[in-house]
């Protein structure tokens, strides 16, 4: 008598739960995205609204303000 080859147990059960996308919504724009490796953006639902984001926090933190004159500048 052969004795059938044992199968093995199906190991896949369900995926892991870090892998779940995350719903969230856009910063910038408020539309519904997903928290995901697979949305290079995120937490922005676009490339255009990280662009916009980070344009604009660029901008804010590189502003200088104008020097006062300095006493040295005082014409006579
Ligand atoms: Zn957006």
């Keep these: 008598m052969n004795a059938p080859a044992p199968t093995p147990a199906p190991a896949d059960a369900a995926p892991p739960a870090a892998a779940a996308p995350i719903a969230i919504a856009c910063p910038r724009c408020r539309t ?6 697979s949305n290079p953006w995120r937490p922005f639902c676009s490339q255009r609204c990280q662009k916009i984001d ?23």
């Design 32 to 37: 519904m995205t997903q928290y995901a490796p």
């Design 54 to 76: 980070m344009g604009a926090w660029a901008s804010e933190t590189f502003r200088i303000e104008a020097a006062p004159p300095g006493p040295d500048d005082a014409p006579e």
